[in-house]
């Protein structure tokens, strides 16, 4: 099984920047597809970004020109970098494998831990 362990999450202000990391044991990472996904309180869980294996990206309209998603397969690592944060990306952040569509919200793997995004001056 899969594990996932996100890090890199904080308190930041309005307009400040993060980079998030995502750790992924099993050596079939290069072969999938990779999401980030985020969750704010009171809020169902939505996907912000997507790399798949030939490394095309697809993001979320809120955080589209924001946000970069990037991965290395040698490290077994998706990134995102997170600029000009907003208050509303305040959110528990995951990665995971998606299934099927996007839009689906179905994904492969035990949900990790998460890191915590804050943006409050």
């Known amino acids: 099984q899969v594990q996932l362990v996100e890090s890199g999450g904080g308190l930041v202000q309005p307009g400040g920047s993060l980079r998030l990391s995502c750790a992924a044991s099993?050596?079939?990472?290069?072969?999938?597809?990779m999401a980030w996904y985020r969750q704010a309180p009171g809020k169902q869980r939505e996907y912000v970004a997507v790399v798949f294996i030939g490394g095309t990206t697809i993001y979320a309209d809120s955080v589209k020109g924001r946000f970069t998603i990037s991965r290395d397969n040698a490290k077994n690592t998706v990134d995102l970098q997170m600029n000009n944060l907003k208050p509303e990306d305040t959110a528990v952040y995951y990665c995971?494998?998606?299934?099927?569509?996007?839009?689906?919200?179905?994904?492969?793997?035990?949900w990790g831990q998460g890191t915590h995004v804050t943006v409050s001056s």
């Open positions: 099993g050596s079939l990472f290069s072969r999938v597809n």
């Open positions: 995971n494998r998606p299934v099927g569509t996007i839009a689906s919200m179905q994904v492969s793997y035990s």
